[in-house]
Nanobody
Framework: QIQLVESGGGLVQAGGSLRLSCVASGRALSGYDIGWFRQAPGKERDLVAAISWGGDSRFYADPVKGRFTISRDNAKNTAYLQMNSMKPEDTAVYYC?????????????????WGQGTQVTVSS
């Protein structure tokens, strides 16, 4: 089974940038949709961005459009979330997740494989 480990979180000032990494082991990332989720204090875990390995399509939640970019490096079995122009509202624990690729990236099919999470804190 695939295992996912995310890293790159930390403390950043508003307007700054962070790049999260998600490294897969046990199985190649190819064939998986990859999603980045976040859970802010007192809120549910929400999908932030997703990328389809089969169709090379991307999805971004409205609050991060134009600021975050999801990408991948198949040779390194790694997915990334580049976060620019960060805002205090972005403060959350961020999780990398994977599922067998679907024809429609916005499918509600569950993401089955999860990383441990990495804390992102944006100060004002």
């Amino acid at each position: 089974q695939i295992q996912l480990v995310e890293s790159g979180g930390g403390l950043v000032q508003a307007g700054g940038s962070l790049r999260l990494s998600c490294v897969a082991s046990g199985r190649a990332l190819s064939g998986y949709d990859i999603g980045w989720f976040r859970q802010a204090p007192g809120k549910e875990r929400d999908l932030v961005a997703a990328i389809s390995w089969g169709g090379d399509s991307r999805f971004y939640a409205d609050p991060v459009k134009g600021r975050f970019t999801i990408s991948r490096d198949n040779a390194k079995n790694t997915a990334y979330l580049q976060m620019n122009s960060m805002k205090p509202e972005d403060t959350a624990v961020y999780y990398c997740a994977g599922r067998s690729s679907r024809m429609v990236l916005t499918s509600t099919a569950p993401y089955e494989h999860w990383g441990q999470g990495t804390q992102v804190t944006v100060s004002s």
